[in-house]
């Protein structure tokens, strides 16, 4: 017949052990969603971040040929079909706000890109060179240097929207330090469960052995 106090021990350690096994399933089904998380978050940083910051400077670098082409209205050039340029340029602008729109904007890049998209499509369309130049007259400064200001209000907006990739790219790691620092403390966990599941199955296993020897 076995022994009343092994047979305790050996309950008592069942319990332990089913208790502990409980513990590492969800210390696992808990680390399976942190590696979500990360994925998740660092997916976020690129296709949110990275990829918006080379659409903020491919928007810059037609927002800068426009600005020139505005700018050097005088110097010996064929204007003849300057303004179908900067239509274009225009053109590949708006065609890379559509695509910045189809992230995940905050409420703040969502102001900058709306008042910027309006600076494209309402302040800048030109229609006549004659507006900026000719050749009785030479250069309308007046309205260059409008254009010269909507175009540099339009680079604030790109620099706002860039400042925010870095913050919230910044956020978006410290989230993910966050959730590495956990995981690390939850593995340190598991190590204590293994180690007190090992001495549980000492009291189940061995114990008998040395109390009847």
């Not at 998209?117 to 229609?127: G, P, T, V, Y």
Request: net charge neutral.
């Amino acid at each position: 017949m076995q022994n009343p106090a092994f047979r305790k021990r050996k309950i008592s350690a069942l319990i332990i052990i089913g208790t502990l096994m409980l513990l590492m399933y969800g210390k696992n089904l808990t680390e399976r969603q942190a590696f979500k998380n990360i994925s998740s978050t660092f997916a976020e940083v690129y296709n949110d971040r990275l990829v918006v910051e080379g659409y903020i400077f491919k928007i810059s670098e037609n927002l800068f040929k426009i600005q020139k082409l505005v700018d050097h209205c005088n110097i010996n050039y064929d204007y003849s079909k300057v303004v179908t340029e900067i239509a274009q340029h225009e053109k590949n602008i708006i065609a890379i706000v559509n695509d910045f729109e189809e992230t995940n904007l905050t409420e703040q890049e969502s102001v900058y890109l709306t008042d910027f998209r309006a600076i494209i499509e309402n302040d800048l369309q030109i229609k006549n060179y004659n507006l900026l130049y000719s050749d009785s007259s030479g250069v309308n400064k007046k309205q260059v240097q409008l254009y010269d200001q909507k175009i540099s209000t339009a680079q604030q907006d790109l620099d706002n929207l860039s400042k925010i990739q870095m913050e919230e790219g910044e956020k978006l790691i410290n989230k993910a330090n966050i959730i590495i620092n956990r995981s690390q403390i939850w593995s340190q966990f598991e190590v204590a469960l293994l180690i007190i599941l090992g001495i549980a199955l000492y009291l189940l296993l061995f114990r008998k052995k040395f109390t009847y020897s």
